[in-house]
């Protein structure tokens, strides 16, 4: 009898619920990217979850009085995009007046000009820390040495990351006080570059950095400014048509202020948060004790990956190949730097497996991505795991058997389409068009059966999904370069591109049962935007797209105005 009762119940609750109304209602042009792909009328939301996706008028029959009806005329309307490799933190800190840019510099002079301004407004002993250089889009193309720059800094140590963040350029106080002379040897994993007498040229790579940064002063900030910062960040995103970020690496302090932030309700984002990986102690009590589900009950925030670093980037050579650089004047037979030993790597993947957690190593180079999988395999072997969706961040030059290996692993590589463009520019001076072959290989990764999760690592690259979109199906640039398109035969379909920013981003961060696409009972993170970039005409139509509508959780938290 209680058995009955329980179902009738039940019977009278999915009948009230049908019969209920729905708070928002979209009309439009609904890609649901479903598993059909289908494309459908009109969506609705009830709370924070999709009611209802199908045609018009059975939609019509959810409107109830309070029920906030959007017809769009026609507009597309998607699911929310998900950055799966990005940096909130340094996008909503962008701003922040002690970090001294040097991007205007046109050449190492102007740059010059530009710290001397600047160390005449400090007292001695501060810091100048910052970065925005380049040497790639100087005239020359050299890296930067020291000396004049030391000339006119004796008594302000400067540290300036190179584009990227991998690599910096210090002058002497600052080289003076990490203790780095001609005869300190390279660190592990990093690079102290060299004049013909074996002096620094104040350019370090990798490790190289950390032997200068850890000397910052530390400063002490209170929450509220922290939160600020990520409150700017998950603002530009809404206006870009995010709905989710990966963020690629905190510590638990930053974890801890983005926690604070979804118990007083200011998360408007979902926050796919991975765990800097410490490169000592016991990982699996680190791990485990870090390790977060669910957190605040609406699949805000959870913590449930390592982020590490294996090799460093294409830009500073740093990116691990199997063959020597073809172009690198100062180091003879450059193959690249890892930060850790693979070793490493594989204690990682193990304690993971045994905590539950995913690892996301940075591994650009063919020989970083093949080295992670290498000691992937090893750990998997061990411990068997089936869904750890562990990934490879970045898998910028990867070459086919490795893919393969990928696949067969189960490992889900972490692309940046506007690193590819970005990149194109030098990879032929760095790799030559042999090896260029394997560069961005999505076409070979969509071949081989993988589901490439797709980000920006902003703020490297533009924070902008439509741009990664546009990047991921022409490899041009947004000018359109080259006109004949970089190895194209390795580019996205749009409907690819689409899920790379939806569903597979949505894979994985282990969401792809309540994010990722518009179905019934899945969370509601929807984007409407003014252009149809599934039936584009021209490419550029998909950059100059505006997002009219951003939805996160049923909310509205964009709307564009005029
Ligand atoms: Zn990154």
Known sequence: MKKLLTLLVLVSCFACEKSETADVILYGKVVTVDDQFSIQEAVA?????????????????????????????????????????????????????????????????????????????????????????????????????????????????????????????????????????????????????????????????????????????????????????????????????LTGWTDAGIYPDHISYQKAMVDKGLLKIRSNIMLQNPREGDLEKHFSKQRILNYGGEEMLQVRSIKMYYDGALGSRGAALFKPYLDDPHIHNNIGNTEVPVEHVYDVAKAALKTGMQVCPHALGPRGNSEILDAFEKALKENPVEDHRFRSEHAEVVYIDDIERMARLGVIPSIQPTHCTSDMVFMYDRIGEERSKSASPWRNMIKAGLEPACGSDFTIESHRPLWGIYAAVTRQDNQGFPAEQWHGEQKLTIQEAIKGYTIWAAKAAFWEDKLGSLETGKLADIVVLDTDILDYEDPKDILNTQVLYTIVNGEIVYERKN
């Not at 002058?171 to 074996?198: Q, S």
Request: charged fraction near 25%.
């Open 45 to 241: 939301i009830k709370n924070n979850k999709i009611v209802f996706v199908g045609n018009k008028a059975e939609a019509e029959a959810l409107v109830g009085d309070s029920t906030n009806v959007i017809d769009t005329n026609g507009k597309m309307i998607m699911p929310g995009m998900h950055d799966s490799h990005c940096h909130p933190f340094n996008l909503g800190n962008d701003e922040e007046d002690d970090f001294f840019r040097v991007s205007s510099a046109k050449n190492f002079d102007e740059m010059v000009a530009l710290i001397e301004a600047k160390a005449k407004t400090l007292q001695p002993g501060e810091w100048i820390i910052g970065g925005g250089w380049n040497q790639e889009n100087w005239p020359g193309k050299q890296l930067p040495v020291h000396d004049k720059v030391s000339a006119v800094t004796p008594n302000n140590p400067l540290f300036l990351y190179r584009h990227g963040g991998n690599s910096a350029f210090v002058n002497a106080k600052a080289l003076e006080i990490a203790g780095i002379t001609k005869d300190t040897p390279d660190p592990f994993g990093g690079k102290i570059y060299r004049k013909e007498n074996g002096e620094p040229t104040g350019f370090v790579s990798n490790m190289g950095n950390n032997m200068v940064h850890k000397h910052f002063p530390k400063k002490v900030r209170p929450l509220e400014w922290y939160m600020e910062k990520y409150d700017n960040a998950q603002r530009i995103c809404h206006e870009a048509g």
